[in-house]
């Protein structure tokens, strides 16, 4: 019952035979036990292909705090013992069974367990489980300037909070329903972290009203998790408010305002100017265009406001002539 593999690595030391009742030998029942021990050819070093564990699932991907079972099963009949070892914990040993199974609570980041068995005193081999252990994050947010200046770039920052591993981190940015960038992130970290993302826009017409949110993935491939741990943030309006400054009919200076209320609310944006004789008189207003992106009304929502002409003092200094 023993394949060409175990045979050219065991030799049978010893056949010991119990007779079980107390029928005469011819028609006993006889029950034996095989003592296994290295060839002259062996060590007690198990390779891959001599190693008589199997473990199912091979590798572990839960969340914190998930309970999971794990089997490991021997390919050997006879054995001295075979067991469970999980961190610094006492291991609880079998005899004479076939397979042990753990059930493994995933509440140590940093958790490591693995499948024993002595085939005899001197012959010991292992399996180590491959444990990851993932969290989502608490919180996923985008955040940007409240006040743009159109033509101008500026970032979008999408904030995460407690997240774990980072090496099997993937950000997608979504405009509307569109991806418009990928990020992978690199790192060796297995405890929670915080990451902060960037992406770049640059504010503009097109830009008004756009709906901007990150998705945040954690991919572990085929052994993974049957549907992609996934959290997303709110999405983020960037620049629906745009305000246009004029003096006279000329446009001085352009901002766009983001948010995210839904109530009415009140704003207020400045403009900075030099007095100077040239500034005297003229005339300046401010209009502002709600722009609510492709979805909207087709004419932009406009209001203007009264003109504010500029008074600009000058003051004059006596001229003496000395005669």
């Known amino acids: ?63 914190y705090d998930d309970i999971v079972m794990v089997n490991c099963t021997t390919s050997y ?24 199974t753990l059930p493994l609570t995933l509440s140590n980041w940093s958790l490591n367990a ?41 970032p979008l920052v999408c904030d995460i909070i407690n997240v774990t591993p980072l090496q099997n981190l993937n950000v997608k940015w979504y ?12 790192g060796t970290s297995v405890t929670p972290v915080n990451v902060s993302l960037t992406l770049m826009v640059t504010a503009g017409r097109d830009l ?30 960037a620049a629906n408010l745009k305000v246009k400054w004029y003096r006279g009919n000329e446009t001085v200076h352009t901002q766009m305002v983001s948010g995210t209320s839904v109530t009415p609310v009140n704003v207020s944006l400045t403009l900075m100017v030099t007095a100077g004789r040239d500034l005297a008189g003229a005339h300046f207003r401010c209009e502002v265009q709600l722009h609510l992106g492709p979805n909207g009304p087709e004419s932009i929502p406009t209001v203007t406001s009264s003109p504010y002409t500029a ?7 006596p001229i003496f002539s000395l005669m």
């Open 208 to 237: 008004g009203g756009a709906h901007f949110r990150c998705e945040v993935e954690l991919i572990f491939g085929a052994n993974g998790p049957e549907f992609i741990p996934t959290a997303t943030s709110s999405p983020y309006t």
């Open 311 to 317: 008074a600009v003092h000058c003051e004059f200094l």
């Open 175 to 186: 405009r509307g329903n569109e991806t418009v960038h990928t990020q992978i992130v690199s």
């Open 114 to 154: 693995k499948c024993n068995i002595n085939i005899n005193d001197s012959i010991e081999c292992s399996k180590n489980l491959e444990i990851t252990v993932y969290k989502l994050p608490d919180v996923v947010s985008v955040v940007g300037p409240d006040v743009m200046v159109e033509g101008t770039e500026y």
């Open 1 to 63: 019952f023993y394949t060409k593999s175990h045979v050219s690595w065991f030799m049978i030391c010893a056949v010991h035979a119990q007779v079980l009742g107390n029928e005469s030998p011819v028609n006993s029942v006889f029950k034996f036990k095989l003592s296994m021990c290295p060839s002259t050819e062996a060590n007690s070093t198990c390779t891959t292909e001599t190693n008589p564990l199997t473990l199912d699932p091979p590798e572990v991907i839960g969340r």
């Open 77 to 100: 009949d006879f054995h001295d013992k075979m067991y469970w070892k999980v961190g610094q914990a006492d291991p609880i040993e079998e005899e004479e069974i076939s397979f042990v």
